[in-house]
T-cell receptor, first 114, second 111 residues
């Protein structure tokens, strides 16, 4: 079972910043947090990964509080092309025999409105 | 760029037929995965493989089998297709337990 909880859907207007929060109350010490994006009729693609504090790349930022029981994916100034499903996963990058990190929940369906 | 190629984008089969879904990756990844995706249910892991000839069941292995004879190829087999196996099937690969790279998906309809 997925170890995370996210809102099922969100709406946003173009140009706004969107924040999607993921809860992972039982995150383990060695777990990383990874976000994927999926467009209709395509496979998911990696967006960002982090362990603590803040990570930023050209696509998004990931904010992780000190207790690591939640994380927030931030998409700056969204456009219509950001309409997609966003998945949050947690898992241990080192633990060789576990597939917890590759279990996807239902994700958050983001709709960007003109 | 990593490329994960699934053999068919769209398939239509009849109940009881044997179905093969092929997946090939070109980056020498150890791990390969098969998921199915249905509306409202997200991606559900069917099987994964962490080495040639090695396989592990995921959350929903019933009605499926897999084969990994070569490192780059991971096949999903439906021995006797049923209508409840109509779905989008997604293959993925990864180096170790890092970033997953997905194929475009295979949409299977079982009549």
């Amino acid at each position: 079972l997925a170890k995370t909880t996210q809102p099922i859907s969100m709406d946003s207007y173009e140009g706004q910043e969107v924040n999607i929060t993921c809860s992972h109350n039982n995150i383990a010490t060695n777990d990383y947090i990874t976000w994927y994006q999926q467009f209709p009729s395509q496979g998911p693609r990696f967006i960002i990964q982090g362990y603590k504090t803040k990570v930023t790349n050209e696509v998004a930022s990931l904010f992780i509080p000190a207790d690591r029981k939640s994380s927030t994916l931030s998409l700056p100034r969204v456009s219509l092309s950001d309409t997609a499903v966003y998945y949050c996963l947690v898992g241990d990058r080192v633990k060789e025999t576990s597939y917890d990190k590759v279990i996807f929940g239902p994700g958050t369906s983001l709709s960007v409105i003109p | 760029d990593v490329k994960v190629t699934q053999s068919s984008r769209y398939l239509v089969k009849r109940t009881g037929e044997k179905v093969f879904l092929e997946c090939v990756q070109d980056m020498d990844h150890e791990n390969m995965f098969w998921y199915r995706q249905d509306p409202g249910l997200g991606l559900r892991l069917i099987y994964f493989s962490y080495d040639v000839k090695m396989k592990e069941k995921g959350d929903i292995p019933e009605g499926y089998s897999v084969s990994r004879e070569k490192k780059e190829r991971f096949s999903l087999i439906l021995e006797s297709a049923s209508t409840n196996q109509t779905s989008m099937y997604l293959c993925a690969s990864s180096r170790g337990w890092g970033e997953l790279f997905f194929g475009e998906g295979s949409r299977l309809t079982v009549l």
